[in-house]
């Protein structure tokens, strides 16, 4: 499975801070405020990684065009909680890493019109820069900062720019 990105010891202290707007609070106060960021905002697209924002988000009748999960919660195994999807895509990608298939994987799932769920084998958190950065203009993707909130980032040119810097800065990887 070849490894396009490593995340490096630097990285991994830099990406435990907010990508976007960290909203506080618990799953029910952070899914209204998302919701109306929503309806105030319009996003053409809202991609959610990890399985408690995706689950809240299904709760909540709010539609992810696309939901990226492991059926972990902080590294435990989960039920897998069924939500309407059209389409679901496998991959695997190991702790730590971007494997080119999830790149691939999450590029395809983001050019489809269907609602869709990616399941991944390993580790889904760093697929969160590939959505970042294959994600319409002005699209939320959202993903949960531990103990605290969701993190909600606005796609945008600047926000591609830096998400672009950090994979540049993420060690190739090496084809396994």
């Given at each position: 499975?070849?490894?396009k990105?490593?995340?490096?010891?630097?990285?991994?202290v830099?990406?435990?801070?907010?990508?976007?707007?960290?909203?506080?609070?618990?799953?029910?106060?952070?899914?209204?405020?998302?919701s109306?960021?929503?309806?105030?905002?319009?996003?053409?697209?809202?991609?959610?990684v990890?399985?408690?924002?995706?689950?809240?988000?299904?709760?909540?009748?709010?539609?992810?065009?696309?939901?990226?999960?492991?059926?972990?919660?902080?590294?435990?195994n989960?039920?897998?909680?069924p939500?309407?999807t059209?389409?679901?895509?496998h991959?695997?990608?190991?702790?730590?890493?971007?494997?080119?298939?999830?790149?691939?994987?999450?590029?395809?799932a983001?050019?489809?019109?269907?609602r869709?769920?990616?399941?991944?084998e390993?580790?889904?958190?760093?697929?969160?820069?590939?959505?970042?950065?294959?994600?319409?203009?002005d699209?939320?993707?959202?993903?949960?900062?531990?103990?605290?909130?969701?993190?909600?980032?606005?796609v945008?040119?600047?926000?591609?720019?830096?998400?672009?810097?950090?994979?540049?800065?993420?060690?190739?990887?090496?084809?396994?």
């Amino acid at each position: 499975m070849p490894i396009k990105y490593n995340l490096t010891q630097e990285l991994r202290v830099k990406l435990k801070k907010p990508l976007g707007t960290l909203i506080r609070g618990s799953f029910a106060e952070t899914t209204m405020r998302f919701s109306e960021m929503v309806k105030k905002e319009r996003p053409p697209s809202i991609i959610a990684v990890g399985d408690t924002v995706s689950r809240n988000l299904a709760k909540n009748h709010i539609p992810a065009n696309l939901s990226i999960i492991d059926n972990k919660c902080m590294r435990r195994n989960v039920q897998s909680t069924p939500f309407a999807t059209e389409k679901t895509f496998h991959v695997k990608n190991p702790q730590g890493t971007i494997t080119e298939e999830a790149v691939a994987t999450v590029q395809e799932a983001l050019q489809s019109s269907q609602r869709t769920k990616i399941i991944v084998e390993g580790e889904e958190d760093l697929l969160t820069l590939i959505a970042i950065m294959n994600a319409p203009q002005d699209s939320f993707v959202l993903y949960g900062q531990p103990h605290e909130g969701i993190v909600v980032v606005k796609v945008t040119q600047g926000k591609k720019t830096e998400i672009s810097e950090l994979l540049k800065a993420m060690e190739k990887g090496s084809k396994n």
